[in-house]
């Protein structure tokens, strides 16, 4: 059996390989996603009957099944730079000039391509093989973010062709991108989650990479268009577009719109073209992107300090549109925040019907001087959800009055009270019924506690039945109880029930991001549950050692610290563990040993040999921590020029002050 296995398991590699080129290379897709999705299921099959024909390389292998416990760093050999932007076509006209001039001759053409509103991200393929994905970070330095790289189905994990023929090392630039209609699915099941909406695609995307469990990450449908080499032996092609060309025949996806362009006017054509269809692409662009096309002309114009002289980019003008406020809505959030609402007469903007707009806070209300039946310009400027950017006040109907800022909640009726030395209103009310919905679903939502079969509706009844008014009292729920609710069969009972028990065992950091801590979102529970280790030992974190943690600012370490020491919410925590939910504690990989083990140590300032994140990785490899704050836990703050508060404060706690010479002698 084994030998025929490998035999079909090998076939079948080759299959799924072949289809993901035709679906996201040559955008020619022969076979229907069920007929891919047999082919998938049962290389899965064969691979589980055989474990030891398992390798790294699989189409089955995209998804980590452990989660990481942080992200390293990756250095880039080449830097990836930033751009230069331009606004118009005299903009441009004037790049061309600048380009003209660097070469002393008009002898010269174009690539123009769509910038594709994403995040750069490098890959890098050591002989044909997949080995490291990294975000752009600054620059130099970026995040290894491989196990979620892998997980997008655009990207080969093994290039095509001669092997022969691959370079030993290829290192491809490019942008993960979230489509659209990914976007708004994701959106709607965080609304309906009770999580908060993510602005644009790119800031999904951005979330995306840098969470901690790829199996998450798998379910974004992020997807990836190459456009540039970084480190490589020799050039992929004589010119840009010829290595494009390459990237294909090796199977990585190139954006099927990009045009050459012999000249400056032509540039301009293609570029106002597409400023005016780009709402019929499946994915969000803010732009376009204009290149010297021939390689030895690039190395000629060089580099200014932070962007190349041979490339560009065209920025496209904010999208608006005209519409009418049909009525004002105040939302109430699970922390309590009251929230104003638009509703809009529908309008088409930027691809999609938009019918309500965030007024964020009744400060911006106000400054707008938006009223029940105003005619508004509303804008998306590259963010997916829109916002009331303008009033036509010479269009106001008469009698239209300013709405009124709630003295009380909309939902319960309790006192609201305004952030000191901040902009949002909430509910005072412990009790209120809106807010315990919207804990509720936030609690039981995917990137949370990823209690399945929870709708809204459900969610709805039982908070007003009165089941449930905390979330502990979801894992004090029966099957006699849910099944005596609308629409709730012995089937959809059970289904409850099992999804609830299934969540008992999350890791750690979802039930931290599920207590709804003000400021702590799923990103600051991994760098929580990843220091401390144990919810109990958050709990009894003092203020100074949250604020100890590398990436846990004031802010954040007080919200943790009131909500730890509030009686009410130490009740709730108990309850949840009585029911018997056991989070999973993060699985600690064996830390780096070296000079500086035991010790915590915070970079401020400007050094002369090091960038402070060259700075941080030194520490974190010679066994040290590196934090972003200073505290009495901290042992040594690596001072350089211009260190600012953080010098300060370390003279004020007493904390011992070294210069770049003394930290080169500690390693």
Not at 77 to 95: C, G, H, K, Q
Not at 331 to 344: D, H, I, R, W, Y
Not at 517 to 525: K, M, V, W, Y
Request: hydrophobic letters at 35%.
């Amino acid at each position: 059996m084994t030998a025929d296995a490998k035999k079909r398991i090998e076939q079948l590699r080759a299959e799924i390989r072949r289809h993901d080129y035709l679906y996201y290379v040559q955008n020619q897709p022969v076979i229907s996603d069920q007929q891919y999705d047999k082919l998938f299921a049962e290389l899965k099959g064969l691979e589980e009957k055989e474990p030891q024909l398992i390798t790294p390389d699989s189409p089955t292998q995209r998804v980590s099944e452990r989660p990481l416990e942080g992200f390293a760093t990756v250095r880039h050999i080449v830097p990836m730079l930033s751009m230069d932007n331009t606004y118009n076509a005299e903009e441009l006209r004037a790049f061309d000039e600048r380009v003209a001039k660097g070469l002393g001759h008009r002898d010269y053409d174009y690539v123009v391509e769509l910038k594709i509103d994403g995040v750069a991200t490098s890959l890098r393929y050591e002989r044909g093989i997949l080995a490291t994905g990294a975000t752009r970070g600054d620059g130099r330095v970026g995040d290894d973010v491989t196990a979620n790289v892998r997980t997008i189905k655009a990207i080969p994990l093994i290039l095509l062709g001669d092997a022969g023929k691959i370079p030993a090392i290829l290192e491809v630039r490019g942008e993960v991108y979230m489509p659209t209609k990914a976007f708004a699915e994701l959106n709607k099941q965080r609304e309906k989650a009770g999580e908060m909406l993510f602005a644009n695609p790119r800031n999904a995307t951005a979330g995306s990479l840098k969470l901690l469990d790829s199996k998450i990450t798998a379910q974004r449908m992020l997807s990836f268009f190459a456009y540039a080499t970084g480190e490589l032996p020799q050039p992929l092609g004589k010119d840009h577009y010829e290595t494009l060309q390459t990237f294909k025949k090796l199977g990585l996806p190139v954006n099927p719109h990009i045009k050459k362009a012999k000249n400056i006017d032509e540039v301009i054509e293609i570029c106002n073209d597409w400023e005016n269809k780009r709402q019929d692409l499946p994915y969000q662009i803010d732009g376009m992107v204009v290149k010297v096309n021939r390689l030895d002309q690039r190395e000629i114009l060089g580099y200014t300090g932070r962007a190349p002289r041979w490339c560009i980019s065209y920025k496209f003008a904010a999208e608006q549109a005209e519409t009418v406020v049909e009525s004002i809505d105040v939302q109430v959030g699970k922390g309590g925040t009251l929230t104003p609402v638009a509703n809009l007469t529908p309008v088409f903007l930027a691809g999609t019907t938009v019918k309500r707009a965030s007024l964020h806070n009744f400060d911006q209300m106000k400054r707008l001087d938006v009223r029940e039946g105003d005619t508004v310009v509303i804008e998306k400027a590259g963010e997916i959800i829109p916002q009331v950017v303008e009033v036509k006040k010479e269009r106001r109907k008469a009698g239209a009055a300013p709405f009124k800022t709630p003295k009380k909640c909309p939902n319960c009726g309790g006192d609201v009270k305004k952030d000191e030395d901040g902009v949002y209103i909430r509910c005072l009310n412990p009790d209120c019924l809106g807010k315990l919905k919207e804990r509720i679903r936030y609690f039981a939502g995917r990137g949370q506690m990823d209690i399945e079969n929870m709708g809204e509706a459900l969610i709805d009844q039982l908070a007003e039945t009165g089941l449930v008014k905390n979330v502990a009292d979801i894992y004090k729920l029966k099957k006699e109880d849910v099944v005596e609710l609308e629409r709730m069969a012995e089937k959809s009972a059970q289904n409850v029930i099992d999804s609830i028990e299934a969540s008992k065992t999350r890791p750690l950091w979802r039930l931290v991001a599920g207590l709804g801590i003000r400021h702590i979102g799923s990103q600051t529970a991994q760098v929580l549950a990843e220091q401390f280790g144990s919810l109990d030992a958050i709990i009894k974190a003092s203020q100074d050692e949250l604020q100890a943690v590398e990436q846990i600012g004031p802010k954040v370490a007080e919200s943790v610290y009131e909500f730890s020491h509030n009686d009410r919410n130490i009740a709730v925590i108990n309850e949840l563990l009585s029911a018997g939910v056991k989070p999973e504690p993060p699985k600690k990989e064996a830390k780096a040993k070296g000079k500086l083990t035991g010790k915590t140590i915070v970079v401020t300032g400007i050094l002369a040999g090091f960038s402070r994140e060259q700075a941080e990785e030194a520490i974190r490899k010679a066994g040290g921590k590196a934090s972003s704050s200073v505290s009495r836990n901290t042992d040594f703050v690596l001072a350089g020029e211009n260190p600012g508060s953080k010098l300060d404060k370390a003279l004020k706690l007493g904390v011992e002050v070294i210069n770049e010479k003394q930290f080169v002698e500690m390693l």
